[in-house]
């Protein structure tokens, strides 16, 4: 039985949905007591959770102006994705060598949630489900520690997936590319396997160069 969350991570949560969902677009302040009473919490949860966001580089906080949503920079999603590239390709390579057949099963079963979640139009699902799809992937490599920073990755990146799936073109490339990369893994094929992830992941990269407003351009 899993565990209810604490308040924090409740309202974390939900602000993390918030700003994949774009009910909390780039730029835009965060209303903290509108907030709050619309959870049902008090501020003191909702202060900590933003504490965690602003780590992560989703929210800014501004003297005199409070939090905002942070807004979308292709200078900080290209060194997301080239740190994800190098941290990920260890752990899938050691990964295919100890993927079990209950391993393979939750790969597949997540691509089949993200499958689903595409057919349905439901982005904040597919982001979901697309997490824990990778995820899948990379955890039997028994590596924790490295797998932490991955995550912290990942979350700092959820609003540029919102982007990237909202049009269906990316949404069928995806589920192509997934295909590719299930079969990697029940083959067994670790280089295929890493070169997949490191395409799936240009793809996304070269998707987003003409929404993303680049800090270096």
Known sequence: MQRPPTTQEFVLGELRRSIVSGDLAPGQPIRQ???????????VPLREALKTLEAEGQVVYQPHRGYSVAELSLRDLLEVYRM???LEAEAAAVATERFTETDLARITDAQQDVETAAEEGDLVAMIAANRRFHFALLEPSGMPRLLRVVRTLWDATDA???????SSTNRARVRHEHDDIVAAAHDRRADDLV???DEHRRH??????????????
């Open 160 to 166: 540029y997936r919102a982007v990237y799936y909202n």
């Open 84 to 86: 994800r590239e190098l």
């Open 33 to 43: 007591d509108s907030i709050a009473q619309r959870l049902g919490v008090s501020r």
């Open 204 to 217: 996304a990269v070269d998707a987003l160069r003409d929404t993303i407003t680049s800090e270096v351009d």
């Open 195 to 197: 070169r997949l992830l």
